[in-house]
């Protein structure tokens, strides 16, 4: 699914705040106070936008092709930057986050740059509760704290260490590419399994940056380390 009709799907309001309007229900019960019909028109819209938020990550999982070896890494670039597109549609940032109502989500990737234009054209035009999405190339260690979702290349692989202490408090979602980028206190990491890109969760690297990941996402990941687990590595 191209983002830009997935992007039609997600909703501009944050699901945290569907789900208060909804009484907190699950999707299910969204369904049940439509069917049946109860509620104000705008309690339906918002349930509705629960959904849709609901069953966004899971269209994209479904429909992202068999990433083969004989396409190269253009494919799972072209994944990846699918997902990197639609994260923040399911994470909550505190407010501090944001230096202003209008201030852009900035979806950064430090180190090498794989993606080619796949992850500007999937991201073109698209916002997140009022925040407009932009696309930058870091190169400095010391402007990753601007960011709210990190991309950090298997080539920074030796810095992990230098890399989250320069945004040590900072809310910023991490995501790596490498087997150890969650032991290192990275949030998510994508792998491949039988040539379909997952993604694994680290839980307390996600609150750590004071961050909150909809459950909705959650149950797509692959594995979630829990604080418990993440404290004894």
């Given amino acids: 699914m191209p983002f830009n009709i997935a992007h039609r799907i997600a909703p501009s309001a944050s699901v945290w705040d569907a789900r208060q309007f909804c009484g907190f229900q699950s999707t299910f019960g969204c369904l049940r106070t439509l069917f049946r019909g109860?509620?104000?028109?705008?309690?339906?819209?918002?349930?509705?936008?629960?959904?849709?938020?609901?069953?966004?990550?899971?269209?994209?999982?479904?429909?992202?092709?068999?990433?083969?070896?004989?396409?190269?890494?253009?494919?799972?670039?072209?994944?990846?930057?699918t997902f990197l597109a639609a994260f923040p549609n399911f994470i909550e940032w505190p407010a501090d986050a944001f230096s202003s109502p209008q201030a852009p989500v900035l979806i950064c990737v430090f180190g090498d740059f794989s993606f080619g234009t796949s992850l500007t054209e999937t991201t073109r035009g698209a916002s997140i509760r009022d925040h407009q999405v932009e696309v930058r190339w870091v190169h400095r260690e010391q402007d990753l704290r601007a960011c709210h979702v990190l991309f950090v290349s298997h080539s920074e692989e030796k810095h992990y260490g230098r890399i989250f202490k320069a945004i040590q408090g900072a809310s910023v979602l991490t995501v790596g590419e490498t087997q150890d980028f969650l032991s290192s206190g990275g949030a998510i990491d994508f792998l491949i399994t039988d040539g379909r890109l997952q993604f694994d969760v680290n839980m307390r690297a996600a609150n750590d940056a004071r961050l909150r990941i909809s459950s909705n996402m959650l149950a797509l990941a692959k594995h979630i380390v829990t604080k418990a687990e993440a404290a004894k590595s």
């Fill in 38 to 81: 109860r509620g104000s028109s705008l309690l339906a819209n918002l349930c509705l936008r629960t959904i849709s938020t609901s069953l966004l990550l899971g269209s994209l999982a479904l429909l992202l092709p068999v990433i083969s070896a004989q396409e190269g890494g253009a494919a799972e670039y072209r994944a990846k930057a």
